[in-house]
């Protein structure tokens, strides 16, 4: 009668952890979509008619800014306080950079100084 009243108990534990247990998986299943929702974002300027398309951008952190060339000439993509810089981009080129600290982001052309843009991440 003792084995039997032992082996009841230990099956009461097993029971109650696992009860205590189960609202992790929980909490990780109903945590998924909401990162998801945050999973990689991405933005992307034109570059046309010495402008960059939009100006200015507004994106969250995180975010993965991609500018792409399509003037017929040469442009670069580069931050006045030298948080990324491109390579001189021909017509097509992309150049990719992600935004991990919020802040304003302004940034020119350096062939072209008049060409400005700014990305604000928030
Ligand atoms: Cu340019």
Redesign the pocket.
Known sequence: MKNSLLIFSIGIAAVASSALSAPKPNALQTGAPASAQQAPAAAEVKIDN?SFSLATLTIAVGTTVTWTNNDDIP??VVGTDKAFKSKVLDTGEKFSFTFTKAGEYPYF?S??PK?TGKVVVQ
């Open positions: 010495f442009h670069t052309c062939i072209h060409m």
